[in-house]
Nanobody
C-alpha cells in the first residue's frame, strides 16, 4: 500500500527557511505527480505546490518566488524548500500523490500524516 511520510517541519522565525521531505513507498514514484498541501484550523486544505512526472511545477500565488518543489526519483522523495517564511505560512503541511493534466494538479486523495510548520513573527 502507498505510504507517504513527511519530515522537516518545525519552528522558525519569520524570514527563515525550512526544507520539507516526503518519502514515498508502495508505489512507482517516478510515474506519479506529487503535491504539497497545507491546512490551518477551520480552513480547507490548500494546494501549495505540485510537480509533474516531467518536472513541471506549479505554485499557489502566495508562495511563488519563495518556495521550490523538487523530486528525487532515485530516492522516492519529494521536497519543498521554503524560504523567506512568513507567519501566514504556519500550517500543517501534507504530502500528496496525484495526477498532472493540462497544467493542473489533481489529488488522488492519498496523504501523509502531515508535518507542522510554525513561523514566529
Amino acid at each position: 500500500q502507498v505510504q507517504l511520510v513527511e519530515s522537516g517541519g518545525g519552528l522558525v522565525q519569520a524570514g527563515g527557511s525550512l526544507r520539507l521531505s516526503c518519502a514515498a513507498s508502495g508505489m512507482i514514484f517516478r510515474i506519479a505527480a506529487m503535491g504539497w498541501y497545507r491546512q490551518t484550523p477551520g480552513k480547507q486544505r490548500e494546494l501549495v505546490a505540485a510537480i509533474s512526472v516531467a518536472g513541471n511545477t506549479r505554485y499557489t500565488d502566495s508562495v511563488k518566488g519563495r518556495f521550490t518543489i523538487s523530486r528525487d526519483n532515485a530516492k522516492n522523495t519529494v521536497y519543498l524548500q521554503m524560504n523567506s517564511l512568513k507567519p501566514e505560512d504556519t500550517a500543517v503541511y501534507y504530502c500528496n500523490k496525484g495526477r498532472y493534466s493540462n497544467s493542473n494538479y489533481y489529488s488522488d486523495n492519498l496523504w501523509g500524516q502531515g508535518t507542522q510548520v510554525t513561523v514566529s513573527s
